[in-house]
């Protein structure tokens, strides 16, 4: 899984660097197709279907930017549940539910925040891909546009807004291009948890003003929105992981012809904040596949922690191992005049835990 990963994430990188290139005005558009064509024929290796490959010729620029922050959302959702018996990593199995190069949970809670991290990676990275090749169209040295209405008295709003439009019709495409039609309530569950990624971003976007003009006095500002770190919508989405709703399918039916999805307690509709699910989670202590469940033989662990992370949780009360190793660590750090530091290399004793 590693070398793999090695290889797909040095591929995305590679094709990111192309695509920046190419979207310049020094290439055609034939030379823009034949390198959207072999990188997309590339892809194709690392079970990429049919219709995402015909996606990935179409939009190739969109496309390699997806990948991309589909991987951050991803690592992101790794690092915030890195404590938990569920930690976002994912099966080196085949699968018709791979998504570059990812296995994704089915059904449950955690399938809901990581179909919903991985959107907002998607649409946090195209969107912020395209604010850089955006060009404001000003009179003045502040990039403000004073033609644009006044929300407040002296400022105006430049036209450098991150605007999440194409990131979230392009990750919407995604998920829909992608997904196998396997039940209705499943592909319906897949598509609202990836707008509520699309909230996770617009939600923790921020307000930025700058002093326009030349006289310093302040009066009038040019103000923007902005993106704020992955980070941040990322903890937003872990906050909505802690109420997700399980839905069932109503009589109720939708204006495109589906049934509408509802809580199953009060039979009401989800907000488009809420994540959903419809299967109940496994207790992901032992290892099963068809249940997305890794296990948690081998998890590192806190043998003195009462939290998620401790021993007697993570390890599902089968107890753990103990070992030691020594380690290199720099050691007798000292500072040479001003700015230079040395150290010595030093053996370092650690313990850690290992569950059953």
């Excluded at 055609?28 to 996606?55: A, F, R, V």
């Excluded at 419809?278 to 003195?304: E, F, Q, V, W």
């Excluded at 401790?310 to 007798?332: A, H, S």
């Amino acid at each position: 899984m590693k070398h793999r990963n090695l290889a797909f994430n040095f591929f995305v990188q590679t094709w990111l660097a192309i695509t920046i290139a190419y979207n310049g005005a020094s290439f055609g558009d034939e030379y823009k197709k034949k390198i959207s064509s072999h990188l997309c024929k590339n892809e194709y290796k690392y079970k990429i279907t049919q219709p995402m490959l015909d996606l990935c010729k179409e939009q190739a620029y969109n496309f390699g930017y997806a990948i991309n922050g589909f991987n951050r959302g991803i690592t992101e959702c790794q690092s915030l549940f890195t404590n938990q018996r569920w930690n976002c990593s994912t099966f080196d199995v085949d699968s018709e539910f791979t998504l570059f190069n990812t296995v994704m949970s089915r059904g449950s809670k955690e399938a809901a925040v990581q179909m919903a991290m991985a959107s907002a990676g998607m649409i946090e990275g195209i969107t912020a891909s395209l604010r850089r090749k955006k060009k404001p169209t000003t009179k003045d040295e502040s990039g403000c546009n004073t033609q644009l209405a006044q929300q407040n008295p002296g400022e105006y709003y430049s036209e450098c807004d991150a605007d999440l439009t194409i990131g979230n019709r392009f990750a919407n495409l995604v998920i829909k291009t992608w997904q196998p039609q396997t039940n209705q309530e499943e592909v319906q569950m897949n598509e609202h948890n990836s707008y509520v990624g699309k909230m996770a971003v617009q939600l923790n976007m921020q307000k930025v003003c700058r002093c326009a003009g030349i006289s310093g006095n302040c009066v009038t500002k040019c103000c923007y929105q902005t993106l704020k770190p992955l980070k941040v919508s990322a903890q937003w989405l872990q906050a909505q992981y802690s109420k997700a709703q399980k839905v069932v399918r109503s009589q109720r039916v939708r204006r495109d012809g589906r049934y509408l999805l509802v809580n199953e307690k009060d039979g009401k509709e989800p907000a488009n904040t809420d994540l959903i699910y419809i299967l109940d989670s496994p207790d992901y202590c032992t290892h099963d596949i068809n249940k997305n469940s890794l296990g948690t033989t081998g998890r590192l662990c806190n043998n003195t922690s009462l939290d998620t992370n401790g021993c007697e949780y993570m390890c599902c009360g089968r107890g753990y191992v103990t070992e030691e190793l020594n380690v290199d660590d720099f050691c007798k750090c000292k500072f040479n005049r001003c700015c230079d530091v040395t150290c010595d290399r030093c053996k370092k004793t650690i313990t850690r835990h290992i569950c059953k």
